[in-house]
């Protein structure tokens, strides 16, 4: 009887301690990995640190660009100002003077003085357009950006009016489809239209009639291939085709260039950024836009803006 109480309590004592033998080797995996928590925690520490340095130094830099975009902006103000009144009236004086001069002296002037003046004032002129693109061009991206949803057919029979001179001198025929709304500013728009209507009149065949249509839908983002557009968003896509003149189409890109013309300016008078301007009236809409054309067979304009 002792022998078997005794043999239980070894067996007792061995089990207590491949027990405290298993305790032990749980106890030092547990230390081993308490012992790497506590290295990653003191990585993360150390990554957060440089994290924030990073974000403070990113916001001082925010800070400093938001302080020279505010210079900026006020000096763009002081250029705009200038633009519009201090350059245009030494120009207005020349145009007047050289308008005196052919009106009340040109029977004192020789043929090739007639000339010279006639050559200043177009000068000065186009001098004065210049001044006037490159003001409507700093406009779009200083003015106040304030969206409607508009009928863009409203902003087409404004711009249609302004043009009902030069349409009915041309015989142009602008052919309008279905209009849809879309989210846009509209003086800006209506800027934008101006300056396509424009161009499409201006770069009509000679001898033709200008000939424009202008059509509008509605289509989803993912629907336009080869765009970046939000595959989600619906947009309104806005066409303006012309049988003018046209362009090769190695200048798809360049059209849009600041002061890139195409055509001399002996055919065709103009500055050069009113379709620089348009695309960056489309960029204001968070749209997009391209150009396609052909030499002599006309061009055509799809821009792509959100509907709402």
């Known amino acids: ?123 000065a002129s186009r001098m004065r357009a210049l001044i006037t693109d490159l003001l409507a061009y700093s406009q779009t991206t200083t003015s106040e950006r304030k969206f409607e949803t508009t009928n863009l057919n409203i902003i087409l029979e404004a711009v249609k009016n302004d043009f009902k001179e030069i349409i009915a001198a041309e015989h142009a025929t602008i052919e309008v489809g279905e209009m849809c709304d879309a989210h846009i500013i509209r003086f800006q728009f209506r800027q934008l239209m101006q300056n396509l209507i424009s161009n499409a009149l201006k770069f009509s065949k000679p001898g033709s009639p200008p000939y424009i249509i202008i059509n509008s839908t509605k289509i989803k983002g993912s629907k336009v291939k080869g765009q970046k557009l939000s595959s989600e968003k619906e947009y309104c896509h806005l066409t303006i085709t012309d049988k003018g003149i046209g362009f090769e189409p190695q200048y798809k890109e360049r059209i849009f260039e600041i002061f890139q013309r195409l055509h001399s300016q002996e055919k065709i008078l103009g500055t050069g950024i009113g379709l620089t301007i348009v695309k960056k009236i489309v960029e204001n809409h968070n749209g997009i836009i391209t150009a396609t054309g052909e030499l002599n067979k006309g061009a055509t304009f799809d821009i792509y803006i959100p509907s709402a």
Do not use: V, W
């Open 1 to 123: 009887m002792l022998e078997k109480k005794l043999s239980n309590a070894i067996r007792e004592l061995a089990f207590q301690n491949e027990e405290k033998e298993r305790r032990a080797a749980e106890l030092i995996i547990a230390n081993k990995e308490l012992t790497f928590q506590n290295q990653e925690k003191e990585t993360r520490a150390a990554e957060l640190i440089i994290a924030n340095k990073e974000l403070a130094f990113q916001n001082e830099e925010k800070e400093k660009r938001a302080a020279e975009l505010i210079i900026a902006n006020k000096e763009l103000e002081s250029f705009n100002y200038i633009s519009s009144h201090d350059l245009q009236e030494p120009l207005r004086k020349i145009q007047t003077f050289a308008n005196r001069l052919i009106a009340e002296e040109s029977q004192n002037l020789s043929g090739k003085g007639k000339d010279y003046i006639l050559r200043m004032e177009d000068a």
